[in-house]
């Protein structure tokens, strides 16, 4: 079993930068891969960034050049900086973990960009 925490959610205006975490109770080792997904109002939920063990990572192109996921193994955290935030990446994010075939869900933060 895999608890996740995100915090560092928001509100801030467009151009503005939001950093956020996602705490795991077990060792990010022992997970092969972790990811932020959103989902706005009415639309289904996307990834936006996924992180493997071995360090190699992807994005959505909506997010490209503008947010980095990364990992801190001693604080079992991975994060996802955001920045140039336009109004469209309004919606609740949530973080995501892939361990031993089965995958874990946070609870999800909103983060709210406002034009």
């Known amino acids: 079993q895999v608890q996740l925490v995100e915090s560092g959610g928001g509100l801030v205006q467009a151009g503005g930068s939001l950093r956020l975490s996602c705490a795991a109770s077990v060792s990010i080792f022992s997970i092969n891969a972790m990811a932020w997904y959103r989902q706005a109002p009415g639309k289904q939920r996307e990834l936006v960034a996924r992180?493997?063990?071995?360090?190699?990572?992807n994005y959505a192109d909506s997010v490209k050049g503008r947010f980095t996921i990364s990992g801190d193994t001693a604080k079992n955290t991975v994060y996802l900086r955001m920045n140039s935030l336009e109004p469209e990446d309004t919606a609740v994010y949530y973080c995501?973990?892939?361990?031993?075939?089965?995958?874990?869900w946070g609870q999800g933060t909103q983060v709210t960009v406002s034009s």
């Open positions: 992180i493997t063990s071995g360090g190699s990572s």
């Open positions: 995501n973990a892939f361990r031993y075939s089965t995958a874990y």
